[in-house]
């Protein structure tokens, strides 16, 4: 079933009226994103509030989801004896089938609500129901009574509009009987069998009739030829018209009775059967073959459901910003691309709503809103009063923690900046001084942190990077000034919160704080040295590499593959389930540092979730962030400086088998951030030379390898700039044919403007020697005048200044325009498709190779180390992005 937009509160309001005292607890089970703690926390201080019980759960793949589904989801069932329940699962579970994998049938009263921003959907949890009340086709409607169970897609409005052919075609096949080429053969054999049994019999009939009617039928020939029948396109015999149509036809003319026409055989109606059944499924087969793509975020949609409830405040407000703000950061986050700047996309549009809820529920004093309006283009650093818990729109910079890094350093390690100067070698690091010194700004004064600089660096320091925006191609590094009056004109500010005296953060750097936590683990009772172990056990307690709960050498393997992996489980030690689970410590680490208070941890009692919560977790985690963020630039400069990235036919490849950072990457979540700074490096490269054109161009993969395990962690991204919307990238000739373009447009411009102005000009002095000849001019009349071309001066100035403002906006419309091939005109509305998932899993198919698919985005898999060579070769002959 899907839950249509305006009934968003519906299943929440109805579990209020039918919950009691003995009810099951509310099973959550999240994915390890930002955006899904995000959504899980605002969840959860909705039932907090309504004192509603309720238990999460984070599974790091399906086979936690599984594994949660035969442990505490079977007791629930009411074939087992259970009452039934509600399970949320938040970022997860919306590309399979979870009646089947989560064991759920019909009337066992579990009630599954899946809210996840992956797309496309697995069909059947979207359309399938059961036979109750208050769901139509699928459809959740008014009415609607939960108690049956099933699963309810949270939809975000897309599919009503978007999936009415699958939709058509999936109810059609639940409908129709199943028959195959095998049933055809099976029916012309029965018919052949009879058909041979009663040939001679008919045959001699047939003989002894055409002898006995020979004759008659030669004498009649003539006669009979303009009354023979001819048939229409249905094929019923249609009788044709006679010269003696006008005269009375005799009685028995009258009786003879017409044909019966002609039944279609058993074999022709399975035929047509089986065609019809052959276009449903190639439509629903079309679907599931277009890749993966991302929806509306889950923290987003959550906030929708409490602003529905009438719950909505600062906090929750600030947890929809950053998981909004983490989405627009992943690699994986796919927008559809736009011909004009003036166009928003889906995430612009949720923010551009964001920052009319921080207006609203944030008003500025007036007091406040002159000092904002004194401080220019400076972003806040601290709060307004000890008690001040706002949320503000600033002026954000998109550099990396810049109130918590040097100028310098946060320049450096931003990925747009970093691509787009090319920072990975020596020429690139001089070109970033060389763009400090035209700013104004020493290396000297870069160094300090931010908080540190001098104020009029700070205050200039937006208008300076605007200046050389277009020279460095920086475009969207700051937001560029709309040109809009006050709240109009920040379109593209970002968000930021102060907690009183004790800080100030962002939203995108909380989303880096926190993604690092999820990613990396936590700095734990070691210093922010040793952090840099990112997948090593010592004695300190650090953790150990990605998922070390399968043992060495121990890696399930999904159904099409050769290994069944049974041969493997059975080498699992005793000793292994004695390990710490850290996807479970990550995740509460991560999900206390989301907490709006500061004081206790969300699990004081249990001894795996001791870390600090609220403001100082994130405090703590700043150099965990920053510790990933120079291994990111580190291993990916030095990819690209080494020519390790091989460019194939469907995509770039590129292998890290070596270096100090090698246990960072086994873990898939910076392994994917290092392959979106990767593609957006090469994106950046090959729009410069003038090689790329296409979204498609931009796919890499990626494969990390775990020496512990022997295999290698294989992630598929594709896209690049063009796919996730940060901007265009021009060429050197681009940019020297758009400054002449807007040149020789403002040459055309001022001659027009000054032949107009010649041309009133000429008309005044003909109207003023009129009026003297006639003797009508006197001094008034002349100082009109004079104020009048005064007045025309400055408004034609004013004109010019806004048209060539508007230029710029033209030229950036007309270039995208012209750079879009009509190959990409052409294409199906919406955001590109990553087809990696369904490329793994048809080279796994073929090849054979051992691989384990386990993870919620398709797209991230585990490659024995035997394998790679081959799996590899297979990928590349397959499209993976459409």
């Not at 509030?49 to 790091?60: E, K, L, M, S």
């Not at 008014?142 to 109810?171: M, Q």
């Not at 690092?516 to 172990?533: D, K, P, R």
Request: charged share 25%.
């Amino acid at each position: 079933m899907h839950l249509p937009r305006p009934l968003i509160s519906q299943p929440y309001t109805t579990l209020l009226r039918t919950l009691t005292p003995s009810s099951p607890p509310i099973l959550v089970l999240t994915a390890l994103t930002v955006d899904a703690l995000c959504g899980v926390r605002i969840l959860t201080a909705l039932l907090k509030r309504d004192f509603i019980p309720h238990q999460v759960q984070p599974v790091a793949g399906y086979s936690d989801l599984q594994r949660v589904g035969e442990e505490q989801i079977t007791s629930l069932l009411r074939s087992n004896g259970g009452e039934g329940g509600v399970v949320v699962c938040v970022g997860c579970g919306g590309g399979v089938d979870l009646a089947e994998m989560l064991g759920l049938g019909e009337g066992e009263g579990i009630e599954v609500w899946v809210v996840d921003s992956r797309r496309g959907w697995n069909l059947e949890n979207v359309f399938a129901s059961h036979s109750g009340s208050g769901v139509v086709e699928g459809k959740v409607v008014e009415g609607y009574r939960s108690g049956k169970g099933g699963v309810v897609v949270w939809d975000e409005g897309n599919i009503e509009t978007e999936l009415g052919a699958e939709k058509e075609a999936w109810f059609a096949l639940q409908n129709m009987p199943q028959i195959t080429e095998d049933d055809l053969v099976e029916i012309e054999r029965d018919e052949g069998s009879d058909d041979d049994g009663m040939e001679p019999p008919s045959s001699q009939t047939r003989k002894r009739k055409a002898s006995s009617d020979t004759g008659s039928d030669a004498d009649d020939s003539d006669e009979e030829r303009p009354r023979q029948r001819r048939r229409s396109n249905t094929g019923t015999p249609i009788p044709s018209s006679q010269p003696t149509s006008a005269q009375p036809s005799s009685p028995a003319m009258q009786t003879i009775p017409s044909s019966p026409p002609k039944q279609p055989s058993q074999r022709h109606l399975r035929k047509q059967l089986l065609k019809l059944r052959r276009k449903h499924e190639a439509t629903i087969e079309k679907y599931y073959d277009q890749g993966s793509w991302t929806g509306e975020p889950v923290s987003s949609i959550f906030y929708s459901l409490a602003s529905e409830l009438g719950r909505e405040d600062n906090d929750l407000l600030w947890l929809a910003i950053v998981g909004v703000e983490s989405a627009e950061m992943s690699p994986y986050t796919t927008t559809t691309t736009t011909s004009s700047s003036r166009t928003l996309t889906k995430l612009e549009q949720i923010k551009s709503v964001l920052r009319d809820e921080v207006r609203r529920l944030n008003p500025l004093p007036s007091a406040s809103l002159l000092r904002s309006q004194n401080l220019g283009d400076d972003i806040p650093t601290s709060a307004r009063s000890p008690t001040d818990t706002s949320i503000r729109l600033s002026p954000e910079p998109r550099f990396l923690l810049i109130r918590h890094w040097s100028l310098y350093e946060s320049m450096l390690h931003a990925t747009l900046l970093s691509t787009r100067l090319h920072v990975w070698n020596e020429q690139g690091r001089k070109r970033l001084n060389k763009l400090l010194a035209k700013m104004g700004i020493s290396l000297q004064e870069a160094g300090k942190g931010y908080l540190h600089l001098d104020v009029e660096v700070k205050r200039s320091l937006r208008s300076k990077v605007l200046r050389f925006a277009e020279q460095y191609g920086l475009d969207g590094l700051v937001p560029a000034d709309d040109g809009g009056a006050g709240w109009e004109g920040k379109r593209g500010w970002g968000f930021v919160r102060s907690w009183g005296w004790r800080g100030v953060m962002s939203a995108v750097d909380v989303a880096v704080v926190v993604g690092a936590i999820l990613e990396v683990g936590t700095a734990g009772a070691g210093t922010a040295s040793q952090t840099m172990h990112f997948g090593q056990i010592d004695h300190s307690g650090q953790e150990a590499g990605y998922n070390q709960r399968a043992s060495k050498g121990y890696m399930p393997s999904p159904p099409h593959s050769s290994d069944s992996g049974a041969d493997d489980a059975q080498k699992v030690s005793a000793t292994e389930h004695d390990l710490p689970d850290w996807t479970t410590r990550r995740f509460f680490a991560a999900y206390d540092a989301l907490s709006p208070s500061n004081t206790n941890p969300s699990h004081p009692n249990d001894t795996r979730h001791t870390t600090a919560s609220g403001l100082p977790a994130l405090l703590a985690s700043i150099p965990l962030a920053q510790s990933l963020a120079r291994a990111i630039l580190r291993t990916g400069s030095a990819l690209i400086a080494k020519n390790q990235i091989r460019h194939l036919r469907a995509f770039r490849l590129g292998i890290v088998k070596e270096g100090p950072d090698l246990s960072t990457f086994t873990h898939p979540g910076a392994l994917v951030k290092l392959g979106g700074w990767i593609a957006e490096a090469l994106a950046v490269l090959e729009a410069e030379k003038g090689t790329r054109r296409r979204a498609e161009d931009g796919a890499i993969v990626l494969a990390s390898l775990d020496e512990g395990r022997g295999v290698y962690v294989v992630v598929g991204i594709g896209g690049g700039i063009g796919a996730r919307g940060d901007g265009m990238v021009r060429s050197k000739q681009e940019i020297k044919e758009r400054a002449e373009r807007r040149a020789k447009r403002n040459v055309e411009k001022a001659e027009k403007r000054e032949a107009k102005t010649a041309e009133r000009v000429e008309r005044r002095r003909l109207r003023r020697e009129r009026a003297e000849a006639n003797g009508l001019l006197d001094s008034d009349d002349e100082d009109e005048e004079a104020q009048a071309s005064e007045s025309e001066a400055s408004s034609s100035s004013s004109a010019f200044s806004s048209s060539s403002n508007s230029d710029l906006d033209s030229d950036s419309d007309s270039d995208h325009a012209s750079t879009t091939t009509p190959r990409t005109r052409r294409k199906k509305k919406g955001p590109p498709r990553n087809r990696f998932a369904q490329a793994f899993q048809t080279v796994v198919a073929e090849t054979g190779a051992r691989v384990r698919i386990d993870n919620f985005e398709h797209s991230v898999v585990e490659v024995r180390k035997e394998d790679l060579a081959g799996f590899l070769e297979g990928l590349s002959l397959r499209g993976v992005v459409g």
